[in-house]
């Protein structure tokens, strides 16, 4: 039996993006099915379980296992291989080995997964035009800004059954496909112009939530 979990955990961990659960149990899956028209959802887990990986994920409010995002799959298309590129350059770095996408079960570690996810905000409901301008965007903030918006987006309208295109998810989409990102002045703070923008942009949109 532990021969068969031994393997079972090697299988599922080939080709991760940077996970390894002896450090923390805690990691995205992004789930691209079979059919090349169906949507690819991103998850956030706390546990880990190798033998329950995509049974696990689920639509509802329970924190363990919620999709944080689900994206047509052109547009998963459209930014899969700037991802990887992106992410393996900085797993490289670590001297850690490259991760891979696969039909099925992906798992990123959780660092990784919150930029992912805060990229998947930006174009999920956007113009598909638009794709390019939020890559861009997001590619011109640093890994730091990125884990910031994560962090306050998911305290806010974290849930995709409940969050999505509200409040501080709408304003990342705004932000990130619509206001350009030059990066931060040396003798500012991480958090200047991009982030006002972001709070203006919030208020702006629970304007018109509230009609």
């Known amino acids: 039996m532990r021969e068969r979990e031994k393997k079972q955990n090697q299988d599922t961990l080939a080709g991760t993006f940077g996970f390894d659960p ?20 991103i998850s956030e887990h706390l546990s880990w379980d190798s033998y329950n990986l995509e049974s696990s994920v689920h639509f509802g409010e329970r924190n363990d296992g919620q999709v944080r995002s689900s994206l047509d799959r052109k547009k998963w298309n459209d930014i899969a291989d700037v991802i990887r590129a992106e992410f393996n350059a900085r797993l490289k770095k670590e001297g850690k080995p490259p991760g891979r996408w696969k039909t099925g079960a992906n798992v990123i570690n959780r660092i990784l997964g919150k930029e992912l996810t805060l990229l998947a905000w930006a174009i999920e409901d956007a113009d598909p035009a638009l794709t390019n301008t939020a890559v861009a965007n997001w590619q011109g903030l640093t890994p730091e800004e990125r884990w910031w918006l994560y962090t306050m ?15 501080w998810r709408k304003a990342i ?12 002045p040396s003798n500012e703070p991480m958090v200047p112009e991009f982030f006002r923008y972001v709070n203006d942009a919030i208020k702006e949109s629970e304007k018109y939530d509230s009609v």
């Open 153 to 167: 987006t998911a305290a806010a309208t974290g849930s995709y059954v409940t969050g999505r295109n509200r409040g």
């Open 22 to 41: 002896k450090e923390s149990a805690s990691h995205f899956l992004v789930i691209i099915p079979t059919g090349v028209t169906q949507a690819v959802s």
């Open 173 to 184: 989409r705004y932000a990130l496909t619509e206001n350009p990102v030059t990066g931060n």
